[in-house]
């Protein structure tokens, strides 16, 4: 949860840079979500399989 509101952080300080220095920041807020879904998928994956094992 802490690296998905890192992205969204990272999010707003990337909207204002432009050239190189906006493509090195937008790079770091990919990586942030990319770990944060990684973080998080084993956890959806199981509140999934236990949702469906109760129908």
Known sequence: MVAATG???LTVVA???SGENGANTVFGVVMCFL???ALLGP???RIAAGYSACR
């Open 7 to 9: 992205g969204v952080v």
């Open 15 to 17: 909207a204002n840079p």
């Open 35 to 37: 770990v944060a879904i």
């Open 43 to 45: 956890w959806a994956a």
